[in-house]
């Protein structure tokens, strides 16, 4: 068995897995709110100018023109999600008492009761979505079909003075291409916790870029997520070495294929 001892199995050869009869297992939802909050959080940070505003303060400074320059609400403006997983979705019901257009795409589209509960938007496709709203957030697995999925291409089709927030896997875009977007103004802020490689080089570029919102990889790693990772790690082992049922949730890979949040998540080639 391959235990995961938090989120996301990308790092582990499903494939190889799969025809091995290994089986897979992560603590699926361990940390989703811990994530969750963490985007609002970066929205809030890049929308409202707060870090910028912080280091004034921190400098001894008190220029209310400048903190305000870059300073917008929230309410009114669309925010979509690229996955709508339970990480996306906590994201879209936390924001939605903010008054701001909700907008999803996903390979599985949610119940007509969730999009009514949340006044949810469908789009088909990314693509669709980019051009539509003013903050993007990234909350997909990284297959290679999504690896630099947000190249320049991309990012062009999005709204100039747009944002965009990243804590599902660095590769995801690409690296250069976000930096030129910022620094052309493109994009108005980028914020995200992963980084390529991990730990990120003191010379890496993300360290320095313009309007930018990031963190080392700590938005799932909560101390109350951190709880819930040994908990679920637990209870993994027991049932495993128990010969009893592993949660149908945590499994990834089981009897040589996809199996419970895998076959949602997750492709073998």
Known sequence: ???????????????????????????????????????????????????????????????????VTRSYDVEGMHFGTI???????????????????????????????I???????????????????????LQVPLYPSTEHFFNQKMISEMKRGSYLINTARAQLVDRDAVVNALKSGHLAGYAGDVWFPQPAPASHPWRTMPWNGMTPHMSGTSLSAQARYAAGTLEILESFLGNSPIREEYLIVDRGQLAGTGAKSYQLN
């Not at 609002?40 to 209310?64: F, T």
């Not at 999009?115 to 993007?136: C, F, N």
Request: include cysteine; glycine fraction near 8%.
């Open 83 to 113: 996955g709508a997983g339970r990480i996306g979705l906590a994201v879209l019901r936390r924001l939605k008492a903010f008054d701001m257009p909700l907008h999803y795409t996903q390979r599985h589209r949610l119940a007509s009761a």
């Open 115 to 137: 999009e009514e509960e949340l006044g949810l938007t469908y789009h088909p496709d990314a693509e669709s979505l980019a051009r539509t709203v003013d903050i993007v957030n």
């Open 1 to 67: 068995m391959a235990a995961s001892p938090g989120i996301g199995s990308d790092h582990v050869d499903l494939d190889a897995a799969a025809k091995a009869g290994i089986t897979v297992a992560e603590i699926t939802g361990s940390n989703s709110i811990s994530v969750a909050e963490h985007v609002v959080m970066m929205v809030l940070s890049l929308v409202r100018n707060y870090l910028p505003s912080h280091q004034i303060s921190a400098d001894g400074g008190w220029n209310i023109a400048d903190c």
